[in-house]
């Protein structure tokens, strides 16, 4: 049971270049989130999947796409990258995405943008 | 101005020592709080939560709440090494259906 897996665990790109990050989830879940942290930020709420078939956007969605692929998969796709995109990009998922329940984090992706 | 304010420290404790972690908040809407525990290179795992005012205790942990004031904490006594962490605040305000992450507080406990 490995929980919420993300690849790759780092990544440099140049500006303008595209690359989508990778999130599964064995714990059975329907909800999925994708957050990225920056430095005095917190963690911000990119995309998110109520379950699967939906996604809906979260506070900072701009220059992401995602995908839900199935229930266990959730993607999140940089199409040109850009400097502001260098972040710790967080995957997640809930059992119901109810606002009391617990959400479980993937280790991160550590997305460098020159 | 931030929905969500949280002292960056660094906070140095030595071993043993009661710790005080803190987050105000500004929206009224927020019904659900909770902390998170992120050690180095890792993602966040959830401490505690609580959904009204007053305290929760878990072992060494008590998570407090005061909606009067916009106001928790949480309360780590014997602090050990293996507390040296970022402690992150979260909120939910239930018509969004999305936490609201403090900006995290690093904490070191001093062997």
């Known amino acids: 049971n490995a929980g919420v897996t993300q690849t790759p665990k780092f990544q440099v790109l140049k500006t303008g270049q595209s690359m989508t990050l990778q999130c599964a989830q064995d714990?059975?879940?329907?909800?999925m989130y994708w957050y990225r942290q920056d430095p005095g930020m917190g963690l911000r709420l990119i995309y998110y999947s109520a379950s699967e078939g939906t996604t809906d956007k979260g506070e900072v969605p701009n220059g992401y796409n995602v995908s839900r692929l199935n229930k266990r998969e959730f993607s999140l796709r940089l199409e040109s990258a850009a400097p502001s995109q260098t972040s710790v990009y967080f995957c997640?998922?809930?059992?119901?995405?109810?606002?009391?329940?617990?959400?479980?984090f993937g280790p991160g992706t550590r997305l460098t943008v020159l | 101005q931030k929905e969500v304010e949280q002292d960056p420290g660094p906070l140095s404790v030595p071993e043993g020592a009661i710790v005080s972690l803190n987050c105000t908040y500004s929206?009224?809407?927020?019904?659900?709080f909770m902390w998170y525990r992120q050690y180095s290179r890792k993602g966040p795992e959830l401490l505690m939560y609580t959904y009204s005012s007053g305290n929760k205790e878990d072992g060494r942990f008590t998570a407090q709440v005061d909606k009067s004031s916009k106001y928790i904490s949480l309360f780590i006594r014997d602090s050990q090494p293996s507390d040296s962490a970022t402690y992150l605040c979260?909120?939910?305000?239930?018509?969004?259906?999305?936490?609201?992450f403090g900006s995290g507080t690093r904490l070191q406990v001093q062997p």
């Open positions: 997640a998922s809930s059992i119901l995405g109810r606002e009391t329940d617990t959400q479980y």
């Open positions: 714990m059975n879940h329907n909800s």
């Open positions: 979260a909120m939910v305000d239930t018509g969004r259906r999305a936490l609201t």
């Open positions: 929206n009224s809407a927020f019904q659900y």
